[in-house]
């Protein structure tokens, strides 16, 4: 029995040491930021939005970070990174909604656009960082080098 409970450990412990790590990457730190203060903005939401919009926006958020997390596990990371970018343009549309039906204020609108524009220009950094890790690791016979 102990055998058995010693050998998961160490299988566990193997595993852990191959899978990504995503939880000391500055993007997921500012996206899980972000995602505190959206679900503490859409608890004060009136009743009409916040089992409509104010659940559209937590998801988008938590889709966010999944993504993340899956893009920093996988080896060929643009298609999820392009996949992020969209997903945040699209949390970018509803908070400016949210906005115009005048569920939060301004300024509150102004933060949470301040966060997107950083996690917007990791993104972006992090693409070109893909696409040219992408381009090294192709063989130069097929960049007819």
């Not at 596990?73 to 949390?91: A, H, Y």
């Amino acid at each position: 029995m102990v055998d058995l409970v010693i050998r998961e450990i160490f299988l566990l412990f193997n595993l852990y040491k191959f899978m990504a790590r995503y939880d000391h990457i500055p993007i997921f730190q500012k996206t899980y930021i972000l995602t505190v203060h959206i679900y503490e903005a859409t608890g004060h939401f009136k009743r009409e939005y916040k089992y409509t919009l104010g659940e559209k926006l937590k998801l988008l958020c938590n889709e966010l970070l999944d993504l993340i997390v899956i893009a920093n596990s996988e080896e060929n990371k643009l298609k999820s990174i392009e996949k992020l970018d969209n997903k945040l343009e699209t949390l970018r549309i509803h908070l400016r909604l949210a906005f115009d039906l005048k569920v939060f204020s301004r300024g509150l609108l102004g933060d949470f656009n301040k966060q997107i524009e950083e996690i917007g220009m990791q993104i972006g950094g992090w693409q070109r960082w893909a696409a040219d890790n992408r381009l090294l690791s192709i063989p130069a016979r097929v960049l007819n080098f």
